[in-house]
């Protein structure tokens, strides 16, 4: 007597065929790339495995590498985050680049690329898509704000700490209107432009200058109401008081973002300037310069790895080797 299978394996079977005939009959070029408000989104239903990698700089040398980091699943989508402030990538839009997988590069286990699509994202289709810039005036007088809060405590916590060790014959804090912004709080000031954190700094800066304050038992109206406003767009004094020299903390992923853009820029830059073989050419200033793409992949990685001052370590290195070779 002929045995049928349960309904539960037909079941199971007609699941497996239905699968392998839906996969098989994928598009490889069916992946979607779309803006949703400040967001990027890549959508993958090609059937298998998609790679991507974000370039906005021309000049920047990279090559296809089919890593886990990069990868886009079948039927997924990954969303990134785009700096609605970055002035440039306004103005210049980037490129997503996307491929599947490839051959293997010579002598590594790393697979290329079986061909990079390109997808340009224009300036037309940001400005459309991204809310408008913030108002000048209002990150001037936030920048401000923070360069005076973050100099009132940079001097007071050096004032409390000559009295501390008995160097300080005052009583009570001199006025410190005339001081120039201790250069800390300026580094303070530039990271956190460059990482649109200035509000949140501001807010950190204000609550460590009262705890500065609050220790030495001193409320300073008289001198505070008599300080002059500080321009965040002046130009640091050469000359720095004695008292200006306990820098602002700045984090190592602000740090690490910033020597991994110097790294990247200057590398490229010594690359492709055209120059004669025994010219030397003085390299631009790459500290206005937005992040590239590469570099925030690289602070967003280490900091869920926790491995981020290994890596600002690892890019002080080769900046260093960089510009040891520029000098060769």
């Not at 050096?158 to 001081?179: D, L, Q, V, Y």
């Not at 705890?211 to 001193?218: L, N, Q, S």
Request: include cysteine; charge should be neutral; glycine fraction near 6%.
């Amino acid at each position: 007597m002929t045995r049928h299978p349960p309904n539960r394996v037909l079941a199971i079977l007609a699941v497996l065929a239905l699968s392998l005939v839906a996969g098989c009959g994928k598009d490889p070029e069916a992946v979607t790339v779309t803006l949703d408000k400040a967001k990027l989104v890549i959508k993958n239903d090609s059937g298998s495995d998609v790679y991507y990698f974000l370039t906005g700089y021309p000049g920047v040398a990279w090559i296809p590498a089919s890593l886990p980091n990069i990868r886009i699943r079948p039927g997924a989508k990954i969303t990134r985050a785009i700096d609605a402030d970055d002035a440039d990538l306004r103005k210049d839009g980037f490129v997503v680049n996307w491929w599947h997988e490839g051959e293997k590069y010579e002598k590594t286990d790393i697979r290329g690329a079986d061909r990079v699509r390109k997808v340009r994202i224009t300036p037309e289709q940001l400005a459309a898509s991204l809310p408008p810039l913030p108002d000048p005036a209002a990150v001037k007088a936030t920048a401000g704000e923070l360069l005076e809060a973050c100099k009132e405590r940079v001097l007071l916590e050096a004032w409390a700490s000559r009295r501390a060790r008995g160097t300080e014959p005052s009583e009570t804090p001199p006025p410190f209107g005339n001081e120039p912004v201790p250069s800390g709080c300026r580094d303070i000031l530039r990271d956190c432009t460059m990482l649109k954190t200035c509000d949140t700094n501001l807010v950190a800066q204000r609550d460590a200058r009262d705890a500065a304050r609050a220790k030495i038992g001193f409320q300073p109206a008289d001198y505070v109401k008599n300080a002059p406003v500080v321009d965040p767009d002046a130009t640091a004094p050469g000359a720095r008081s004695a008292s200006a020299s306990l820098p602002g903390e700045v984090p190592v992923t602000q740090q690490l973002l910033s020597a991994c853009r110097e790294r990247t820029l200057l590398d490229s830059w010594d690359r492709t300037a055209a120059r004669r073989p025994d010219q030397k050419l003085e390299p631009p200033d790459f500290s206005g310069a937005s992040i590239p793409w590469g570099c925030r992949d690289l602070a967003r990685d280490c900091e869920a790895q926790k491995t981020c001052q290994t890596v600002l370590e690892d890019q002080k290195r080769q900046l260093g080797e960089i510009r040891a070779r520029m000098r060769s």
